[in-house]
């Protein structure tokens, strides 16, 4: 099965600092997902990355899935107090040996990030 | 902006009971997800919906559980007969698409406590 680890698992930065969280996957990724959740409350989508090399951004967050598609990363440019809460990354299911793929996300046991004021 | 919805918000129910927890998904989606967060783990996998029939289910999924979409709006998750190690954070989610062309959107989840 698809094991995705995070690091690191917590974080604390001060504000203004910029930062890096990783998700690591022991098979290729064919879809890679960011989420950030608050604690005890749902999943918001980020970003998605599909392709060997992708990066995308959205305001001062930038994610990367490197070219060997087994390696996401979540840059976060001068870190503030919104900023905090549980990053998840989130793998969508390999093909299957018949071909099928399905829309299950597996998940990293998330990085906690606190950013002090 | 479109969102998935559930209800309620947290749920208490003794050991035994038999709970449904709701969801709406958005409109105009087509596939649907239930998951889990037990406290301070991984959010899981439970089960995924389309075309009023079940997908895909994982090992959590045992016949404890079913899911209904019982009209054009609500996706439900029934536990039958709940137990200690039900409580948890259950999350719905949807898409308009399979995913690896689309992003699955989640609801803001039920607390679920067993007693």
């Known amino acids: 099965s698809q094991e995705l680890e995070q690091s690191p698992q917590s974080l604390i930065v001060q504000e203004g600092k910029n930062l890096t969280i990783n998700c690591t996957s022991s098979?290729?990724?064919?879809?890679l997902y960011w989420y950030k959740q608050k604690y005890g409350e749902g999943l918001i989508f980020l970003m998605m990355?599909?392709?060997?090399?992708e990066e995308k951004s959205h305001e001062k967050i930038t994610a990367k899935l490197d070219e060997k598609k087994q390696q996401s990363s979540l840059h976060i440019t001068a870190s503030q107090p919104s900023h905090a809460g549980i990053y998840l990354c989130?793998?969508?299911?390999?093909?299957?040996?018949?071909?099928?793929?399905?829309?299950?996300?597996?998940f990293g046991q998330g990085t906690i990030l606190t950013v002090h004021p | 902006e479109p969102e998935v919805t559930q209800t309620p918000s947290h749920q208490v129910t003794q050991m035994g009971q038999e709970v449904i927890l709701r969801c709406v998904p958005i409109?105009?989606?087509?596939?649907f997800y239930w998951y889990r967060q037990i406290l301070g783990q991984k959010v899981e996998f439970l089960v995924s919906?389309?075309?009023?029939?079940?997908?895909?289910k994982s090992e959590i999924f045992d016949d404890q559980f079913s899911v209904e979409r019982p009209d054009g709006s609500n996706f439900t998750l029934k536990i039958r007969s709940t137990k200690l190690e039900d409580s948890a954070m259950y999350f719905c989610?949807?898409?308009?698409?399979?995913?690896?062309?689309?992003?699955?959107?989640f609801g803001p989840g039920t607390r679920l406590t067993v007693t």
């Open positions: 989610a949807s898409s308009e698409a399979e995913l690896l062309s689309d992003e699955q959107y």
């Open positions: 098979k290729t990724l064919y879809g």
């Open positions: 990355l599909q392709k060997g090399g």
């Open positions: 989130g793998a969508d299911k390999l093909v299957t040996s018949s071909g099928t793929s399905y829309g299950k996300l597996t």
């Open positions: 409109s105009n989606h087509l596939y």
């Open positions: 919906f389309y075309n009023n029939e079940i997908s895909e």
